[in-house]
T-cell receptor, first 114, second 111 residues
Framework: GAGVSQTPSNKVTEKGKYVELRCDPISGHTALYWYRQSLGQGPEFLIYFQGTGAADDSGLPNDRFFAVRPEGSVSTLKIQRTERGDSAVYLC????????????FGNGTRLTVT | DAKTTQPNSMESNEEEPVHLPCNHSTISGTDYIHWYRQLPSQGPEYVIHGLTSNVNNRMASLAIAEDRKSSTLILHRATLRDAAVYYCILRVPNTGNQFYFGTGTSLTVIP
């Protein structure tokens, strides 16, 4: 079946602009995660959804970052007033519930802030 | 936090077995050990997971120490396509956020 889909695959924006990154998880997966990955580093946790609600948003770096999942499926990561330091690959993953359930990742959105 | 430590890099000859170690001395009794790998320009890919017993699947084997404070991912015959960064992660039950990646082990496969 279809895997996790992230759009766009690449996004270039100017400093100060607003961006939205979209994630389509695997159908039926209740858990959805956002990670951010800088060059040479492992993925950094941002936020975790269980259904429609954000169960843990402790990884969001500041209030410019916000994510929603209104119907418990598609999620959007929103970044306001982008800064050059926000440039990274933003990864989305989904899974079924339970500690044995593996995460299924998309290929990410590469965000470049100029 | 449930943390893991891995060597930064390893090398292996093609068609030789590879043993990738991971230390997780603070592991709790119900924490699952997961391994992922990440090829260039791709998202991480699930490899294998286990709790107490050794596990085998089509991709790899996972050997878990008796005290569970360490584990080893075994690739039986390394191929060039196995060159990737391998991450060892502890997944804590009932806490979906406890899926922290370290910097992983970068595996180079030499032809």
């Amino acid at each position: 079946g279809a895997g996790v889909s992230q759009t766009p695959s690449n996004k270039v924006t100017e400093k100060g602009k607003y961006v939205e990154l979209r994630c389509d998880p695997i159908s039926g997966h209740t858990a959805l995660y956002w990670y951010r990955q800088s060059l040479g580093q492992g993925p950094e946790f941002l936020i975790y959804f269980q259904g429609t609600g954000a169960a843990d948003d402790s990884g969001l770096p500041n209030d410019r970052f916000f994510a929603v999942r209104p119907e418990g499926s598609v999620s959007t990561l929103k970044i306001q007033r982008t800064e050059r330091g926000d440039s990274a690959v933003y990864l989305c993953a989904s899974s079924s519930t339970g500690p044995q359930s593996p995460l299924h990742f998309g290929n990410g959105t590469r965000l470049t802030v100029t | 936090d449930a943390k893991t430590t891995q060597p930064n890099s390893m090398e292996s000859n093609e068609e030789e077995p590879v043993h990738l170690p991971c230390n997780h001395s603070t592991i709790s009794g119900t924490d699952y050990i997961h391994w992922y790998r990440q090829l260039p320009s791709q998202g991480p890919e699930y490899v294998i997971h286990g709790l107490t017993s050794n596990v085998n699947n089509r991709m790899a084997s996972l050997a878990i120490a008796e005290d569970r404070k360490s584990s080893t991912l075994i690739l039986h015959r390394a191929t060039l396509r196995d060159a990737a960064v391998y991450y060892c992660i502890l997944r804590v039950p009932n806490t979906g956020n406890q899926f922290y990646f370290g910097t992983g082990t970068s595996l180079t496969v030499i032809p």
